[in-house]
């Protein structure tokens, strides 16, 4: 068991992984031994420390810290009380120390989104029933303390809608494509090149590693489940340099966002791209910068930005964990008895929004008319167009902003104009978030 | 004593002060009392309230609740755990029940700035002797978490500066001058008739409210006594439609800004109108929202903004520290024990920056020359100067942006300006914050 505040021994802490945010936790905690000792009102010591090499410089002494070359041997320490886990990957060795720890009835420590969006609800409800606590604000959002304005902050409101741009490398491609003028491929590689990109890019572009974080914010807001499996998703590929420009020209940026959102039709997690107006706080956001925006009935809206990854900001994170338990604070893992977590029941559509709708028409006398024409039978009205003129003169792009329409309604619109034979190539379809 | 979590018996609430905030608290805890019940793992009820009129309708039930004429009754009450203070004022009645209720060993939550800023040490050391706790995070920043954000999510950092716009009706102003392009007496003049206003506006317009929560932000920051006697402050009441205008001009907005930070010259607070880039976060805030930003060593910049005042907002913050109480969280006042906050000195004067300068010169021969020997005396360099053509050709308004400057060379400047002869009226100056 970790021992109360009142007992005034130190927090022993096993830190297995010692990459970049492990070494950033060694750091802050050799640096403020003493502000950090005086706020928790405790001493926070490492005691062990587990990793794949124990010979590689880190750049951080290592010699005081018990060395284990396994990893689930911190958990069966005696000199250890909290467990942190910053080995990530949803299975494996992960999976395994966060087993042993809570079998231990140890506190765990983490920041793996992955591993919490696949077993976050039998982990939440095995520390339950050992009275060990999982805390993991270091997995959404690196720095910024949002799993706790949410759990804690906000705890006073039924939460509405959760939003939020969560991942750094897709914003930076995304602002960079449009800064620079350069295609997704070109910056992409470019992103590779600078490291920027997790070894499988997929979890970056493709929208899981952000989905992941969406589906542990959902779970809190809502008193749900985490459902991963049920998250809507798309990534960035497919956008273009013309979506970008297209869409700025209409004052519209495209991020990568998150939503969630409860309604009567069930819980709605979406993690795709979207147009916001370029002037809201979310459409101001640049680089790889995070921002996440949550809605109550009573708060309205809050929004909290910062850095989402990286050294400092991530291992800020962890230590804001480690702090809250050295002061005794114990949350359930979602902000409720994991035990009496509903499983919710998924949306099967989006709510309905304005969509951003970009098609390349042939010249043909009454393209456009055919397209409007489908777009009416569909039940779909336009709220704005503009053609452009094309140096290729046998096409033109055009842009369609619709009114609020349902995403099955849109998606039959765009199957019936591939019959009007005016179209050249397929239509491109892009959600309105109303930020 | 407050019942630990371990009891599981309901956590029962006085609440004294039924304006606005108290019947949002009220509402909040009516309306969602499962789910408060399921985050909190027990029940949150109010036994007993206290205002000054008891017929009075506010539109919510009162029915349930014991009554109290005097507020101080409630601490008295066997059957209050926490007491809500929610009158307001930093003496008096409000002053009076918060020390009855740490004198009866009872958890405080407040919305109160003024009380803490001015009497928060003593309290925080009493309310230490005592075993209870002090909450206040309706006190900065309304619904924002800021004091949770700085004193729990940043805990493993050490804090460089905290900055915010924390006074919506002084934002509303200066964002409403510029965009409708009325004066300084106008706009308040609206914000008067619109109830915008405290009773005393000077609470406002004087940053004097503003500086109240600068001053217990910076006490969380960094570990020292609330001083809010220390603290440079500065109103908006002379900030006129041309310094707005010209500002602009030059990509700059005016806001009410404070500042906090620790260097080897002391503790800085500032609360004063400074330039900061229109396109930055704080430069985009409009309107009565408030933004904070607390920058720290190991995460960067995190910025949190949302409505800093009204019923919703402000009830949200202080359902915040009940829950926390509900849960069992207990902290420190300020984040440390209130034994050990040192006093801060205080920094003479404040860290050098760029200013803004505008002053109105006579056409004169040589005039502009005499200014820029005057500056370059005091070692003051100039980064960008605009002359402005003026209807009234006997004078020319001159707007200037120094390279960064101290506070004391800009004044010894300004003052030696005056003999220069060249000048019509006072120069104005402004700091330009690096946000």
Same mark, same amino acid.
């Given at each position: 068991?970790?021992?109360?505040? @009142?007992?005034?021994?130190?927090?022993?802490?096993?830190?297995?992984?010692?990459?970049?945010?492990?070494? =950033?936790?060694?750091? $802050?905690?050799?640096?403020? =031994?003493?502000?950090?000792?005086?706020? *928790?009102?405790?001493?926070?010591?490492?005691?062990?420390?587990?990793?794949?090499?124990?010979?590689?410089?880190?750049?951080?002494?290592? #010699?005081?810290?018990?060395?284990?070359?396994?990893?689930?041997?911190?958990?069966?320490?005696?000199?250890?009380?909290?467990?942190?886990?910053?080995?990530?990957?949803?299975?494996?060795?992960?999976?395994?120390?966060?087993?042993?720890?809570?079998?231990?009835?140890?506190?765990?420590?983490?920041?793996?989104?992955?591993?919490?969006?696949?077993?976050?609800?039998?982990?939440?409800?095995?520390?339950?029933?050992?009275?060990?606590?999982?805390?993991? !604000?270091?997995?959404? +959002?690196?720095?910024?303390?949002?799993?706790?304005?949410?759990?804690?902050?906000?705890?006073?409101?039924?939460?509405?809608?959760?939003?939020?741009?969560?991942?750094?490398?897709?914003?930076?491609?995304?602002?960079?494509?449009?800064?620079?003028?350069?295609?997704?491929?070109?910056?992409?590689?470019?992103?590779?090149?600078?490291?920027?990109?997790?070894?499988?890019?997929?979890?970056?572009?493709?929208?899981?590693?952000?989905?992941?974080?969406?589906?542990?914010?959902?779970? %809190?807001?809502?008193?749900?489940?985490?459902?991963?499996?049920?998250?809507?998703?798309?990534?960035?590929?497919? %956008?273009?340099?013309?979506?970008?420009?297209? *869409?700025?020209?209409?004052?519209?940026?495209?991020?990568?966002?998150?939503? $969630?959102?409860?309604?009567?039709?069930?819980?709605?997690?979406?993690?795709?791209?979207?147009?916001?107006?370029?002037?809201?706080?979310?459409?101001?956001? !640049?680089?790889?910068?995070?921002?996440?925006?949550? !809605?109550?009935? $009573?708060?309205?809206?809050?929004?909290?930005?910062?850095?989402?990854?990286?050294?400092?900001?991530?291992?800020?994170?962890?230590?804001?964990?480690?702090?809250?338990?050295?002061?005794?604070?114990?949350?359930?893992?979602?902000?409720?008895?994991?035990?009496?977590?509903?499983?919710?029941?998924?949306?099967?559509?989006?709510?309905?929004?304005?969509?951003?709708?970009?098609?390349?028409?042939?010249?043909?006398?009454?393209?456009?008319?055919? %397209?409007?024409?489908?777009?009416?039978?569909?039940?779909?009205?336009?709220?704005?167009?503009?053609?452009?003129?094309?140096? @290729?003169?046998?096409?033109?792009?055009?842009?369609?902003?619709?009114?609020?329409? #349902?995403?099955?309604?849109?998606?039959?619109?765009?199957?019936?104009? +591939?019959?009007?034979?005016?179209?050249?190539?397929?239509?491109?379809?892009?959600?309105?978030?109303?930020?």
């Amino acid at each position: 068991m970790t021992p109360s505040p @009142d007992t005034q021994g130190p927090l022993r802490l096993g830190i297995a992984g010692l990459g970049t945010v492990g070494v =950033g936790v060694l750091r $802050a905690i050799q640096r403020h =031994g003493a502000l950090l000792g005086r706020r *928790a009102g405790r001493d926070v010591v490492v005691t062990a420390v587990s990793a794949r090499d124990r010979s590689r410089d880190r750049g951080v002494r290592l #010699g005081d810290y018990g060395w284990e070359d396994d990893a689930t041997a911190l958990a069966a320490r005696d000199d250890v009380d909290v467990v942190v886990e910053l080995i990530g990957g949803h299975d494996g060795p992960a999976l395994a120390l966060v087993e042993a720890a809570i079998a231990a009835g140890k506190d765990v420590v983490t920041a793996n989104k992955a591993l919490l969006a696949h077993h976050g609800q039998r982990l939440a409800e095995a520390a339950e029933a050992a009275g060990a606590a999982i805390r993991f !604000e270091a997995a959404v +959002a690196g720095g910024i303390p949002v799993v706790k304005a949410l759990t804690e902050g906000l705890a006073g409101n039924e939460i509405t809608r959760v939003m939020g741009v969560m991942n750094g490398t897709c914003n930076y491609i995304l602002t960079r494509m449009e800064r620079a003028g350069l295609t997704y491929d070109e910056v992409f590689a470019e992103a590779q090149a600078l490291g920027y990109l997790e070894a499988d890019p997929t979890l970056d572009v493709g929208g899981i590693d952000a989905g992941h974080k969406l589906a542990l914010l959902a779970a %809190i807001a809502f008193g749900t489940r985490v459902d991963f499996d049920a998250m809507m998703m798309e990534g960035i590929e497919r %956008i273009t340099i013309d979506d970008i420009e297209q *869409a700025a020209d209409m004052g519209f940026r495209i991020k990568l966002l998150g939503v $969630a959102r409860m309604s009567g039709r069930g819980l709605e997690q979406r993690m795709s791209p979207c147009l916001v107006p370029a002037a809201s706080p979310l459409g101001q956001l !640049e680089n790889a910068m995070n921002m996440v925006v949550l !809605e109550g009935d $009573a708060v309205g809206r809050v929004t909290l930005g910062g850095a989402g990854a990286g050294e400092g900001p991530t291992a800020s994170a962890v230590m804001s964990d480690i702090l809250d338990l050295a002061r005794g604070t114990r949350l359930s893992t979602f902000g409720q008895p994991a035990s009496g977590l509903a499983p919710a029941p998924a949306a099967s559509q989006p709510t309905p929004a304005p969509y951003y709708l970009r098609l390349t028409l042939q010249d043909k006398p009454g393209a456009l008319a055919k %397209i409007a024409t489908v777009l009416g039978d569909a039940g779909i009205s336009i709220d704005r167009m503009r053609q452009y003129g094309h140096a @290729d003169t046998s096409t033109a792009p055009v842009l369609i902003v619709t009114h609020k329409t #349902g995403r099955g309604a849109l998606d039959h619109a765009i199957s019936q104009m +591939a019959g009007t034979g005016v179209l050249s190539g397929t239509p491109v379809a892009i959600r309105i978030e109303d930020v």
